[in-house]
C-alpha cells in the first residue's frame, strides 16, 4: 500500500524543500505535487490519479492545498507587470478566493476521499513571508481546513501555526519589483538543488527560501508532524484511528 501526497510546489519540492523528502515512514510514497497548482485543478488531477488506480494500490492521501488560490490574486496586485503575467493564469488555474466557494469545494474533495475510503491527513496553508500578504485571508481559509478534517475524521496539521512556533517573528520578502529574479530562483532551484542551500543562508528568512517554498526547518517540522500522523493511522479499526476508514 502507497501513500499518495498531492499538493502545489510545496509538496512538489523542486522550488525549496519537500517534506516528502523527510518522511521516515517504510510504506511507499508517491509524490503527486504540481507546481503552481489550485484546489480546483488538484481536485481533478486527484479524481484522474485515483480512478486510475486499483483500489488496493492506495491507502493514505495527505493533501496539501490551497496556497496559489490566495498566492496567484495577491501577486495580481504588485505591479502591472505581475497582473499581466498572473490574471490569466488566475483565470486558468480557477482561483477560488471566496470563503465559501473555497469551503465548498474543499468539501466536495473530501467527499470524493470518502467514497475511495482512504486515510486522509490534510495539511494547512503555511505562513507566507511576503510584505502585505492578507495573512487573514490564510487564518479564515486554514480555519474552513481544520473544521472540516474535524467533521470528517481526518488528520489535520496547523503548519501555519507550527511555523509561527519555530520563528515567532518571521521577516517578510519582497517579490514587488523581483519578477525576473523570481523566475530565476525558479529554474536555479529546480536545475541546480544546492543552490537551495545558498539562497537559504544568504536570505536568512527563517521558515522559506523566498517567502513561500520552504526552508529545510519547515519541511522537517512538517514531515515530522505528517509522520506523528502516519503512525496514528496505523491505529485504524481501534479507538485510537481517524479517517474515513471502518
Not at 69 to 91: G, N, V
Not at 149 to 159: E, I, N, S
Not at 206 to 230: E, M
Request: hydrophobic share 40%; with cysteine; proline share 4%.
Amino acid at each position: 500500500m502507497a501513500i499518495l501526497c498531492i499538493g502545489d510546489s510545496l509538496t512538489y519540492g523542486r522550488v525549496g524543500y519537500s517534506y516528502i523528502d523527510r518522511l521516515k515512514t517504510n510504506q511507499p510514497v508517491i509524490n503527486a505535487g504540481k507546481n503552481g497548482d489550485t484546489l480546483h485543478r488538484m481536485t481533478q488531477r486527484l479524481r484522474r490519479i485515483l480512478d486510475g488506480c486499483a483500489a488496493e494500490t492506495i491507502d493514505t492521501c495527505v493533501v496539501g492545498i490551497g496556497t496559489n488560490d490566495l498566492l496567484l490574486p495577491y501577486l495580481c496586485t504588485l505591479s502591472p507587470l505581475w497582473a499581466m503575467q498572473f490574471a490569466p493564469r488566475c483565470r486558468r488555474m480557477q482561483c477560488i478566493t471566496d470563503d465559501k466557494e473555497f469551503a465548498f469545494a474543499y468539501e466536495q474533495m473530501l467527499e470524493y476521499l470518502k467514497r475511495r475510503q482512504l486515510h486522509v491527513i490534510l495539511i494547512g496553508i503555511p505562513y507566507l513571508q511576503l510584505e502585505h500578504f492578507p495573512h487573514d485571508k490564510i487564518c479564515r481559509y486554514n480555519q474552513i481546513i481544520r473544521s472540516l478534517a474535524h467533521r470528517y475524521g481526518c488528520g489535520f496539521v496547523d503548519l501555519y501555526g507550527m511555523q509561527l512556533h519555530l520563528a515567532p517573528s518571521p521577516c517578510s520578502f519582497s517579490w514587488q519589483h523581483r519578477n525576473l529574479p523570481r523566475m530565476l530562483d525558479s529554474a536555479g532551484m529546480t536545475l541546480f538543488p544546492p543552490i537551495k542551500a545558498h539562497l537559504e543562508r544568504t536570505r536568512q528568512l527563517g521558515l522559506s527560501v523566498d517567502g513561500v517554498h520552504y526552508n529545510r526547518r519547515s519541511a522537517a517540522a512538517l514531515a515530522a508532524a505528517v509522520d506523528l500522523l502516519l503512525d496514528k493511522s496505523s491505529c485504524f479499526g481501534s479507538s485510537c484511528g481517524y479517517g474515513f476508514r471502518t
